[in-house]
C-alpha cells in the first residue's frame, strides 16, 4: 500500500519506519496466521525496535490509512489479509469476550435454521459478557448480555464445528428474538420453524456441544 505526502514521510522518516516496509512486515506475519486479529503486542514483534511513542504513532498511522481497523483498544484486524480466514469470526469473539459465554443467536441463528428466509448482514450472539457491538471490514458483530446460565446455555445451544461457534438451538434464538424485543420474530415462517425444531430434537439436542469450550 503505497502512502503518500509530505506530512506522512517526515513523520515515518523520523519515526525510524517507512510505512510501505511496515505494511510489508505485516502482510509477512499474515502469511500462515488463521485469523485476521493482531494484538499490540503482536504488533510489538513486527516492529522489534519501535519505542513506546514510535509504536503508538505508527498504530495511528496505520489505522488512518486502512492497513489496520481498530477493533478495540490493543486489538486490530490486519487488513492486509484479504480473505476471511476459516476461524476468523470465533477468534474476534474469544478476543472481545474472553471470559465469556457467547452463542450465536437472534437473525443468524434463525438464518442458519432456516427459521427466517433473511440472511443477517451481521452476526448476532448473545454473551454472558457486555452487550456491544463492533465493526470490521468484513463482519460487523452485535453482542446482547443474556442472564441465562452457563448450565441452560450448553444445554441449548449446538457446536459448529467449521465456524468453532456455540449457536442457539431454534427455539432458544427465538426466545432470545422475544426477550430483547428484536422485530425478528415477525419474520419468523412457522412452519419453517417447526421443521428447524424438529431437526434439533432429532439430531442436535444432547449431542451438539461436543468439543463446546466447557462444555
Known sequence: MAVSGRHTARQTTRAGFDLNE???RLLEHANGQDTPLIARADLRAVLL???ES???SLTARLVETG??????PGLFINATMDAEPLRGLSCLVAALRPHSLCYLSFESALSYWGSIDQVPMASTFMTSGASGTYETPWRNIEMRHTERSRAEIVERTGWLDDEELMIASPDLAAEDCTRCRRP?????RPEHHALAIDEWREHWAGNGNRGAPGG
Open 184 to 188: 425478528t420474530v415477525s419474520l419468523i
Open 67 to 72: 492497513v489496520l481497523v481498530r477493533v478495540r
Open 49 to 51: 525496535h519501535a519505542s
Open 54 to 56: 514510535q509504536l503508538d
Open 22 to 24: 511496515v505494511t510489508r
